[in-house]
Structure formats: C-alpha cells, structure tokens
C-alpha cells in the first residue's frame, strides 16, 4: 500500500475535524509509529474528538462542549501549514485559520465578514462563484482547482483551492468551507519539471545507446530513436508491445529473473548477451542495464534499461574460440605480457614477451614471487585489488562475472632498473563460474608514464602562465557550469576565483548579456549538431556587461572557443576575457560629440533656413503694412472699410512678431547690444514676470554678487526672460515655484571637452528653474528646434525656446536644459562676461510725420515692395527715381546730370547686392547717402550680428512714420 503523502494526511485530519464539528465522532485518524509531528498532531486530534464526544453526551454541558471545541478546533486549524476558511451561502467569511491573515497581511477583524470577491478580482471572483455554486447544486466537493487571490498590499498569490459544503444540523446547506494552498512552488517545480524532462529526454534521443522504459509486467512504455533502430520497428510499433514478444523463451525466462531481482532488491543489473528477435527476424545479440523505475513517492512502477548491440563482438569472440591455435601463436609471440595466476598469486603460464620487457625469462619469472617482481607500491596495489574482487565474489551481491581491473604497475628490469606496464586483469571461471585462476595482459607503458611526466612538466609551466596573464581564463561545460577560473579574475572583477565559481552566471551578467550568451551558445550547438559542414576550430567574441564584486558594472570582451573529445564533439567552453570598459567609454565618449556636432550642425541649417524665410516674408509683410496704411490715409475715419483694413493691420503687426522670433533664431536680427548688468535688468522686470505667470506661482529672484557685465540688446534679454518665463508657467497648471538665479562662472578647458559648442572663459549665469511637469527625454533633443511644441493645437508656435536659443547664440552665448518628467527643468543660458564699458546711444522720441524734398534713388528687387515704397515716399514730398536692379542704378550716377540726395536700396539682390552697389556709387560720387533696407541682415552689412558704425539701416517691415524719421535722420546728419 502507498505511503499517504504529507498532504493528504493533513486533509484526511482536516475531514475528520469537519465531521466532528458536525456531530459525526465515529472517525479516527490513523497513527504510525514514526511519531513524527504529523502523527503526534494526528494523536491530538483524536484525543480532542474524544473529549468532544464526552462532552456533547453531557447535555446539561453543552454550551460550554460547543465553544470549548470551537476553540480547539481553530488552535488545531492554526497549526497547520494551508489556510482553512468557511463561508456563508453569499460569500461572506464566517471563520478562518490564523494562516489566512498570515498569507494576506489582513487582521482577524478585517477580513471577518469580508465577501470573498473583496480577495480577488472579478475573472477569479466569477471562476470561483461558479466552483461555489457547483459545490451547492451537486453536494459533491470540488478539489484541486488554481485561481489568484489579492493580498492586502494589492500582490497576486497563485493558490490552489478544494472547497466542499457545509451543512447544519437538519442537513441543510448553510454554506462553504475549504482549504486554501500557496501553488507558487508547485508551478514553478511543474515548470523546472519540463524544463528536465525536455532535456533529459533529447539527451536519450541523441545518445547512441538504446534506451526503453517498461512498466512492472515487462510492457514497453518508452523507447528512444536507438532502440528502434536496433530492433527495426518503429516507435508506435514498439510502445505496448511485452519484452516476451521480441525475446526468445530462454531470455525471456532470464529477463525475468533479472526484472524479479531488481524489484525485489531496488538495485540495478547487467545483463549480458541476450537474444532478441527484430522485426525482420532476424536474432541479433544484446546487453543491457536495467534498473527500477519508481513514482514521485518512491513505489515502483517499473523498469528503465540501457541496450547496445554485441552482436558483432560475439561472433568474434566465437571467432577466437575457434582460431584459438592461431591466438596462441600471437600471443607467443606479441610484444605484450601474458601472465596467469592462481588465486595465491603465483605463476603458472608467462608470455616470451616478458623477457623482452622486463628482461627476464618465463622460466626465471615463473620461480620469483610477484612481490619481488614489482615495487612495493605496485605489489600493494596488487593486493588490494585483488581482495576487493574476492570479496565481491563471496558476497552474493550480482556482479559482472566477466568484469575486468586495469591497473599501471611499476615492474623491476633485470638490469636494475624499473618499467611500467599497463596491466588488465581478470578471472578465469570453471563450468559453475567460480573464479580459478587470474589473467592478466600487460603492455609496456614506459614511453607515456615519461612523457606524462613531461606532461605534468609542461603542465605546471603553463599554469603557471595562465595563473599570471592580465586576462581571465574560464573553463565551462556545456551547460554553463564552472570547470576553471584563472587567479586573474580577482583583479578584473574582485572576486577570487573561488567566489565567482560559487556564483551562477545568471548572476555575474546583465540580463541582456546572459541572453546573448545563450543565444550564442544555442547557434553554435545547433550548428554541432546539425549535420552541415562547419570549422571545428572556429570561435566567437563578444560583449557582456558583468558586476564587479563592489556592485560597479564593467565592460569585458570574451573570445569563446569549444574544447573537444577525440570524437571532436564538444566537452566543455574555453572563454578569454579582457576588460575594455575604458575602450567602450571612449566610444561612448565619441558617439556623445558626435550627436553634439550633428545637433549644432541641424540647428545651423535650420537657422539659415528660417533666416531665409524670415527675408521674404518680410517683404511680402512690408506690401501688406504699406498698402494698408497707405489705404488708411486715403479714408475717412467713419469710412465702412477702416475697421477691415485695422484688422490687416493688426495680422500683419503679429505676423511682423512671427519673423522677428524666426530671425532672432537665425541670429540675423539686427540688435543693438549695450553693456548691462543682469541682476539690474531683472529686477526691472520682475513685476512684469509675476503678472505674467500668475499668484498661484511663487516667484523668487537669487542675484550673484559683484555680478560681470554682460553687452547684450536689452530688449531681446527680455524677451529670453519674458519666453522662458511662460514656459514655466505652462509646465506648472496647478501652481509651483519659478526660480531665477545669476552668477559669474568661469568655464575650463576640461569641461568644454564634454560639451562641443562651449569655449573657455568668463561668462555669466543665468539659471531659470521650475519644479513643474518637466520634459520628456525623448522631446528634450527636440525643444529649440523652430515650430516643436509639445502643447495643444493653438497654444503655442514652437518658437519660444528657438527664439531663445537663436538670441543666445547671437550673443555668442550658450545653453544647457536640465529635466525629468515631474522634477521640473532648469534652463541655464551662459553670456561672455564683458569689462569693456560703453556709452549708451540716445534714445529717438516719437514724431510725427515728417515731410521733406528732394530726389530719392530707390533700388528694391520687389516689383510690389518698390511700388509701395515709392508711393510712400511721394506722399512724403519727396521725388523718386525707382529702378529694379544696381545696375540700372549706376548709369544714372554716371551721366552726372541726374541730382540724388539719397539711395534707399535693398540688401541682398541678384548680381549685385547693397554694399556692393554703395562702393560703386562712392567711387562715382564720393560721400554718397545711403539707407540700407532689408529683412534680415546680411555680412555685407552686418559683422556677427552688430551693425556697422556709420551704416544706416531700416529693418522690414516698417510703416511709413518710420522710414520719414531715419530719413529726415539721415539728411539732417548731412
């Protein structure tokens, strides 16, 4: 009878408790004598049911029997290992074992009452209800079933469940009790369970002996590919079929003798040269090890045996037998040492080939003893040998009677000295295979005994060479397990390699550098085996990323080869590792500047073109805003269509504003740059920043001191604060903190290693902070690009942090933007400091129209632009020559005749652009005036962004008012 597992001998007690909670006291437990903590918790139950029994006889004691045996009833469930709980017919817990509060982290007082779909969600709440509502319409428990159970800290436990009903007194269902079990360590044994079982099973189909499985009468129940091979039947065929089918009626008597031996003893047996009948009919001879094959509790089920074929090496056997006079001559006459013995040790036959190894003759052998034949050492060998194998004779266990012992024996020479021969002993039997005399062939091993002492030698030499390289050294076996790790392991990594043999690979590797080991692993055993052609000596090197003893991550390059058997299978891995974690952070290093380089190289481009755009459009804008207030003047105040050509007005203005942030971004805004100190200008502006962004934003202001000066245009460090500002406040929708900071800063040489577009020097700091929204990483790489916006359709252009960046870059600046994702961002803008002092220009005051005369040369490409200006200049008195290119220009200069008291001409035109056109007029004209226009500067014109001393320039668009100042400007300078 099977041994009841540990399981089921708590479920049988936790049967016999529900019984007698119901007043059913007939049950009793079963206690072995192993008086193990199952049997004396088993002894406890029994006794406590007794008692109950007694106490429920008692009927003017009942009230105390029912809380007495409730109360031992849960100090019994409380011991045990599984949660016990009972419900009511809707779910609700009623009483539970203290390992249900344990297992889920609830109290006793939380889970009372608790519908158990509180436990769980709702696909295990509903596999449950219908195990709940089964269990009541069949009466029947239900065992066994896998489900999910929530803890209290919101984990998954995967358990498994049997649930059976409860009834009352009158046999009436009043709901559910069960036991509840952790299936985590189940699952993961089923798990490691395949995994063997897929391994072990495609090691029996590869190996090259034949492997069977045969249940206790002897039917086959497995059979590997050799097997079949062997016999000539297929697989299907062989399943099912009985050992006495495919065996001739004396093996079958014998295989059953040997099966009978093994289940009765539990050891294995060899046996040798059977017969079996293939499928062709054919008789071919077998041998084989057979051993029992047991369940998960240990009972025999059947037996699993090893066949190879001997056919062959019977037949020449019998071969032998029947040459045995043409043996005898070989022996007579081979190189190799025949002795026989009898069981005392002394000789009775020795080859002529003993005097040719030891020297001496069978005669003078035959007259020493065998201990003067050999050195102490190998005489004791000898002996020990030899009692070891008497005692297996006498001991009546089963054993290979055919068996043999090699042994190496260090034999005297007749001239003093010593050879080694290589001896294979083994028993001659009698007709009732009792041993009687001993065999004994040896060879001269002298030759390999020297040159495995060379051997060792050149061993020790190369040990201690590998003991002492710079590189590590790992010997594995096919399945990753350590075989040999070289002393240097501790220099590259900091474990000795005792340590890091003790630590699963799994465990020294990132993961993602264990799954390309065992890719690569997997490919080349693959290739092994896969029949194709392929370089036995071939290798492979890769990266891994492996742990350091003190937790550091570094980078090492394997160079991975196969040692192989003299098959030329695969035995075991060699793996050559070397750390290159400085080369693979000076790689790092270099894709980091060059992504750098690439980036400042985009921007360049993408400035350029929105420079260009920036130029035509303002054109196009200067058309519309001339027209416009052209138009106005040609209306009354009261006029139906002022109000529609206001609107015009007020789109060009902003879109005026558009091309501004775009030439700002291109650095090709005209600025006029003035010495400043930043903690001053911010101060300014600071009632300005706090309207911007709101009471709900707490504004704080950290000025450096003795802060540097800095040369930058005013107004367009306004529009950096007034844009970052705004970006704050948007990365802050429920209030926050904005921060800004100054300080002066030196930057090194070292630092700007690490950053391409940085130069060393002083500048000064200027760091705005939020702890908003922050960026994500993906979009930071993105941000001062011209029209990026992360916000909504409508909120924003893209072009404030590009405007930003643009006017930095102008100044010869740089940034830097720091920023997690709910961390907030700092930017940080760095302005060359500057102790060059210098007088601020006076400020032009606001005038009204002015009129003048005199003759203007006006020289616009624009077929539009130079229409509209030249109707502007006429309203303002003046007299107008408008040509459409320099070179219908110069003529006009060089005929002398024509009076020119100023040239308005544009920058950039085809052929030949302004400066060009004012040089050739100079040499014409000496002192010639001249307004240069346009909608971006060009380096004609413009020297890194700074206007020429002595260059008058009007930036498009303009209105009309404006270009009648800087000219009455111009003229009056004159």
């Known amino acids: 009878m099977a041994v009841k597992s540990k399981k089921d001998r708590i479920g049988k007690m936790i049967e016999t408790l529900r019984k007698s909670a119901e007043g059913d006291f007939f049950e009793k437990l079963d206690v072995s004598a192993k008086n193990d903590e199952i049997d004396l918790l088993a002894d406890a139950v029994n006794k406590a049911v007794e008692k109950a029994c007694r106490l429920t006889a008692a009927e003017n004691h009942a009230d105390i029997h029912e809380r007495t045996g409730e109360r031992r009833y849960k100090d019994i469930l409380d011991t045990i290992e599984e949660s016990y709980f009972e419900v009511d017919l809707k779910g609700n817990l009623i009483f539970f074992n203290d390992t249900v509060s344990r297992d889920l982290g609830y109290t006793a007082d939380e889970l009372a009452g608790m519908h158990f779909r509180q436990l769980t969600d709702r696909k295990n709440g509903d596999m449950v209800y219908e195990v709940f509502h089964c269990v009541f319409l069949t009466g029947k428990p239900i065992k066994g079933f896998d489900w999910e159970i929530l803890k209290k800290d919101g984990t998954r436990l995967a358990v498994e469940s049997s649930v059976a009903l409860k009834r009352n007194d009158h046999d009436k269902p009043i709901g559910f009790r069960g036991i509840v079990r952790d299936a985590a360590q189940r699952k993961q044994a089923e798990k490691e369970l395949r995994q063997s079982e897929e391994r072990y099973r495609t090691i029996l189909e590869i190996m ?30 062989l399943i099912g079929m009985n050992y006495r089918q495919y065996t001739t009626p004396e093996t079958a008597r014998d295989m059953y003798e040997v099966y009978r031996r093994i289940y009765e003893t539990g050891r294995p047996v060899s046996m040798l040269d059977y017969d079996v009948i293939c499928k062709d009919g054919a008789v071919r001879k077998l041998q084989q090890n057979a051993a029992l094959l047991t369940d998960e509790s240990g009972q025999p089920k059947g037996f699993r045996v090893l066949v190879w074929d001997v056919t062959e090496k019977i037949k020449a056997q019998q071969a032998v037998k029947e040459s045995e006079k043409l043996y005898r001559m070989i022996v007579e006459n081979m190189h190799e040492i025949i002795w026989t013995m009898d069981l005392d040790l002394h000789f009775k036959y020795t080859s002529p080939s003993n005097a040719q190894i030891t020297g001496f003759t069978t005669e003078e052998v035959k007259k020493t003893p065998l201990r003067e034949l050999l050195t102490p050492a ?26 043999s012992r090699i042994m190496e024996l260090e034999s005297r020479h007749k001239n003093g000295g010593t050879v080694w ?9 009698d007709e009732n295979g009792k041993p009687v005399e001993i065999i004994i062939n040896g060879r001269d091993i002298t030759e390999r005994k020297t040159a495995e002492k060379a051997l060792e030698s050149s061993d020790k030499r190369y040990r201690m060479i590998v003991e002492n390289m710079h590189d590590t050294i790992t010997i594995v076996d096919l399945n990753m397990n350590y075989l040999y790790q070289s002393p240097s392991e501790i220099r590259v990594t900091g474990f000795t390699p005792e340590e890091v043999m003790k630590i699963p690979i799994s465990k020294q590797v990132t993961p993602a550098s264990l799954n390309l080991m065992a890719g690569i692993l997997a490919e080349e055993l693959e290739l092994e085996y896969s029949g194709r052609p392929f370089d036995p000596n071939r290798f492979r090197t890769f990266e891994v990323e492996s742990y350091r003893k003190n937790g550091d991550i570094i980078w090492l390059e394997f160079t991975a080869t196969f040692n192989r058997d003299e098959q030329g299978k695969p035995v075991t891995i060699l793996l050559v590792g070397r750390d290159i974690t400085q080369r693979k952070k000076a790689e790092e290093e270099k894709e980091k500047l060059e992504k750098q380089l690439i980036q400042a190289r985009k921007m360049e481009t993408v400035g350029r073109l929105a420079g260009g755009v920036a130029h ?7 058309v519309i805003m001339g027209y416009a207030e052209l138009t106005k003047m040609s209306l009354s105040e009261d006029s139906e269509i002022m109000q529609n050509i206001l609107e015009i007005e007020k789109a060009a203005f902003r879109s005026r504003d558009l091309t501004a942030q775009l030439l700002a971004f291109s650095r090709k805004q005209i600025i006029a740059p003035k010495m400043i100190n930043l903690n001053s200008l911010i101060s300014d502006t600071q009632n300005s920043i706090a309207r911007l962004i709101g009471e709900d934003i707490d504004f704080n202001f950290v000025p450096g001191d003795d802060l540097n000066m800095v040369k930058i245009d005013p107004s367009q460090f306004e529009q950096i604060l007034m844009n970052l500002a705004v970006n704050a406040r948007d990365a802050l929708p429920d209030g926050g903190k904005l921060t800004i900071e100054t300080a002066n ?6 630092y700007c290693q690490d950053h391409l577009d940085f130069i060393p020097g002083d500048y000064v700091l200027l760091a705005v902070s939020d702890n908003g929204t922050g960026i994500d990483k993906n979009d930071l790489q993105y941000i001062f690009e011209p029209f990026f916006t992360t916000k909504a359709v409508g ?6 942090l590009a405007t930003v960046y643009g006017i930095v870059k102008q100044h010869n600046g740089f940034i830097n933007v720091y920023s997690e994702p709910d961390r907030g961002t700092t930017f940080k803008i760095y302005l060359p400091a500057s102790t060059d002092a210098e007088k601020e220009p006076e400020d032009i005051s606001r005038q009204p129209l002015i009129v003048g005369a005199g003759n203007i040369l006006l020289v616009e490409d624009d077929d539009m632009l130079r229409g509209m200006i030249t109707e502007m200049l006429e309203i303002m008195g003046y007299g107008v020559t408008a040509v459409g290119n320099p070179k219908e220009a110069l003529p006009l200069f060089e005929d002398g005749e024509t009076s020119i008291d100023l040239v308005i001409t544009d920058v950039v035109m085809p052929g030949m652009n302004g400066r060009e056109l004012r040089d050739r007029l100079n040499n014409i004209r000496p002192g010639v005036k001249v307004l240069f226009m346009s909608g971006y500067t060009s380096n004609v014109i413009v020297h890194h962004g700074v206007l020429e001393d002595g260059v008058h320039f009007i930036q498009k668009p303009f209105n009309m008012n404006v270009l009648a100042r800087k000219i009455a400007e111009i003229i009056a300078v004159f």
């Open 208 to 237: 090259g002996e034949g492997y069977a499985e045969e249940d206790l009468k002897g039917t086959l129940t497995y059979v590997n590919d050799v097997a079949c091979k062997l016999m000539g039947y297929r697989r299907e065929e």
């Open 378 to 403: 190998s005489y004791g060998l000898v002996e020990k040998v030899f009692l070891e194998e008497m005692a297996l004779e006498l001991s009546g266990e089963p054993f290979d009677p055919k068996r």
């Open 421 to 429: 021969v290589e001896v294979t002993a083994s028993f001659s039997r």
């Open 616 to 622: 035509d459009f303002n054109n196009m804008l200067n």
């Open 745 to 750: 800063l030196r930057i090194d040489p070292t």
């Open 795 to 800: 909120k924003g252009t893209g072009l404030g």
